[in-house]
């Protein structure tokens, strides 16, 4: 699209609720962790394709239901969410130039931001988690965004 699309909050909220299914559901612990973030990565598309419509507020949001969902320390995902999603929006325009090789790895480097906030947090509030496997939803995810970019501009921001 050569200009920034526009879908309403109400289409954002739309999508966002089985994002936030998927994020949430219980999975087997051979699945778990290669599952990647789905809700961060439907936000960061978002944030990409119509900024006016999911911004920090709406991170913050979602990033706060996710807490109550998984039970952890409310506003971890939260304040996550709002710093990836916040970095999204202040380099949307030059990402928007890239190809979609180098779209991945900006989002692998925002992912893994992402990741490296949560352990930090996890880290200062005593519940490390050191494992190697923490880091693979980082590689999926960023595997995955192409795809995922390319079918909410076809589909969800569709006029």
Do not use: K
């Not at 990409?48 to 998984?70: E, I, K, N």
């Not at 991945?104 to 949560?118: E, H, K």
């Not at 050191?130 to 921001?157: I, K, M, Q």
Request: glycine residues 6%; contains cysteine.
């Amino acid at each position: 699209m050569s200009r920034d699309a526009f879908a309403p909050r109400w289409v954002v909220a739309l999508w966002l609720l089985p994002a936030l299914l998927l994020s949430a559901i219980p999975l087997p612990g051979w699945l778990a962790p290669l599952w990647p973030d789905w809700l961060l990565l439907l936000l960061l598309a978002f944030a990409m394709h119509s900024p006016r419509s999911c911004g920090p507020v709406t991170a913050f949001s979602a990033g706060l239901v996710l807490d109550a969902f998984r039970g952890v320390l409310l506003g971890q995902h939260a304040f996550a969410f709002v710093v990836v999603v916040w970095l999204m929006h202040r380099f949307r325009l030059r990402l928007r130039m890239f190809t979609p090789l180098h779209q991945g790895a900006v989002v692998f480097s925002l992912l893994w931001v992402y990741q490296f906030l949560l352990f930090w947090i996890d880290g200062v509030s005593g519940h490390p988690l050191t494992t190697w496997a923490r880091w693979l939803p980082v590689f999926t995810g960023a595997l995955c965004w192409n795809w995922l970019s390319a079918w909410l501009e076809r589909h969800a921001l569709r006029h």
